[in-house]
T-cell receptor, first 113, second 113 residues
Framework: GEQVEQLPSSLIVQEGASVLINCSYT??????FPWYKQEPGKRLQFIID?????ERKQTQRLTLLFDKKTKHLSLHITATQPGDSAIYFC????????????FGDGTVLTVKP | AQTIHQWPVAEIKAVGSPLSLGCTIK??????LYWYWQATGGTLQQLFY??????VESVVQLNLSASRPKDDQFILSTEKLLLSHSGFYLC????????????FGPGTRLTVL
């Protein structure tokens, strides 16, 4: 089955820095890649997604890049703030109507003021 | 607006005892529904998904079962808890179709002693 790997497992940065979270998957049939964020004590929250027919998606301080050939994604967060401190999860889904998602192990981001 | 509730908030149970966790979605008809298990440390694993009443598919075998008795209700249960069942259980919904973002509930913290 699908496997999703995220690197690094943790990041500590100063406020204002940019960070890059990498994600790779194994099943070339996966077509939808949502990312989620889990802040301490809060619900898992959708932050951005990309479909396999796209190469790039940007929203506010988030840029998500997708390389279908290498089965690799990268999430770039600019101008980080302490409120960005959370666990970030990459996930992958096949083209079915089931919503079956495979998650990576998460990246713990800590932004120091 | 759609809301998702999970009950109970937390449970402490003995090994070998039964378990029933519930999830209710209000304000959305015919959603896809999902159960996830999150281990201490963050790994998220999808357990079950359901695209319609009475139909539930298992993603991984963890000696758990799920049912969808109503369009807006999803139940996770087992007759005999194992130590390995400890963790955080999350319910989620998405619009019918699968490749859409999922909306997560607040979760239930389960401790098995």
């Amino acid at each position: 089955g699908e496997q999703v790997e995220q690197l690094p497992s943790s990041l500590i940065v100063q406020e204002g820095a940019s960070v890059l979270i990498n994600c790779s998957y194994t099943d070339s049939a996966s077509v939808y890649f949502p990312w989620y964020k889990q802040e301490p004590g809060k619900r898992l929250q959708f932050i951005i997604d990309i479909r396999s027919n796209m190469e790039r998606k940007q929203t506010q301080r988030l840029t998500l890049l997708f390389d279908k050939k290498t089965k690799h994604l990268s999430l770039h967060i600019t101008a980080t703030q302490p409120g960005d401190s959370a666990i970030y999860f990459c996930s992958a889904s096949l083209n079915t109507n089931t919503g079956k998602l495979t998650f990576g192990d998460g990246t713990v981001l800590t932004v120091k003021p | 607006a759609q809301t998702i509730h999970q009950w109970p908030v937390a449970e402490i149970k003995a090994v070998g005892s039964p378990l029933s966790l519930g999830c209710t979605i209000k304000g959305k008809s015919s959603p896809n529904l999902y159960w996830y298990w999150q281990a201490t440390g963050g790994t998220l694993q999808q357990l079950f998904y359901s695209i319609t009443v009475g139909q539930v598919e298992s993603v991984v075998q963890l000696n758990l079962s799920a049912s969808r008795p109503k369009d807006d209700q999803f139940i996770l249960s087992t007759e005999k808890l194992l130590l390995s069942h400890s963790g955080f259980y999350l319910c989620a919904w998405s619009p019918r179709g699968g490749t859409y973002e999922q909306y997560f509930g607040p979760g239930t913290r389960l401790t098995v002693l």
